[in-house]
């Protein structure tokens, strides 16, 4: 079967970094996304691995293990603007159809 | 990023009306437009992947006579929930494909909230 699998829930202080991590184990694989998503809003695309290592976009980025199935999304000078789910999501067959993860809502505390 | 527009943003009905939700493409040809539905404190659910010219592919458990999708041009689906029940309240939301240099982006519309009385 797919899975995809994040934390449901995870806090972080303003100024501070945090990881999220998203572990998949999916029939192929042609990509992996990272979207974020605000409470009552649609998701907006943040980043694209579909080789191992490390991909920086200010102050965001995202990690990938293709061996390890293992991907993560570090946010950097944590903003209280950045409270809002994060959703992975796979490409396993290079077509259109994402396998999405159920989103890990990160809430920032002051 | 490509442009994705949804409207209505916002939609409050009766039970047992029908209910049209339209999906532009505004700087792009989306040849496929996806339709996802999101209820409170859930994933995305893909109900159905929507191709211009043919027939929607829909999702294991998801009624095709129920969510009729019409993909009749290169930048324009349309989902219309039949006879809509308060159990079909939720957010609808579109996406489209975009080959780019980061693959098969999909961009989202920013969705549609159904309330269903």
């Known amino acids: 079967g797919q899975n995809i699998d994040q934390p449901t829930e995870m806090t972080a202080t303003e100024g501070a970094i945090v990881q999220i991590n998203c572990t998949y184990q999916?029939?192929?694989?042609?990509?992996l996304f990272w979207y974020q998503q605000h409470a009552g809003e649609a998701p907006t695309f943040l980043s694209y691995n579909v080789l191992d290592g490390l991909e920086e976009k200010g102050r965001f980025s995202s990690f990938l293990s293709r061996s390890k199935g293992y991907s993560y999304l570090l946010l950097k000078e944590l903003q209280m603007k950045d409270s809002a789910s994060y959703l992975c999501a796979v490409n396993p067959t290079g077509e259109y159809q994402l396998i999405w993860g159920a989103g890990t809502k990160l809430i920032i505390k002051p | 990023g490509a442009v994705v527009s949804q409207h209505p943003s916002w939609v409050i009905c009766k039970s047992g009306t029908s209910v049209k939700i339209e999906c532009r493409s505004l700087d792009f040809q989306a040849t496929t437009m996806f339709w996802y539905r999101q209820f409170p404190k859930q994933s995305l659910m893909l109900m159905a992947t929507s191709n211009e010219g043919s027939k929607a592919t829909y999702e294991q458990g998801v009624e095709k006579d129920k969510f009729l999708i019409n993909h009749a041009s290169l930048t324009l689906s349309t989902l219309t929930v039949t006879s809509a029940h308060p159990e079909d309240s939720s957010f609808y939301i579109c996406?489209?494909?975009?080959?780019?240099?980061?693959?098969?982006?999909?961009?989202f519309g920013p969705g549609t909230r159904l309330l269903v009385l």
């Open positions: 999916t029939s192929g694989f042609n990509g």
């Open positions: 996406s489209a494909r975009v080959r780019d240099l980061q693959g098969k982006t999909q961009y």
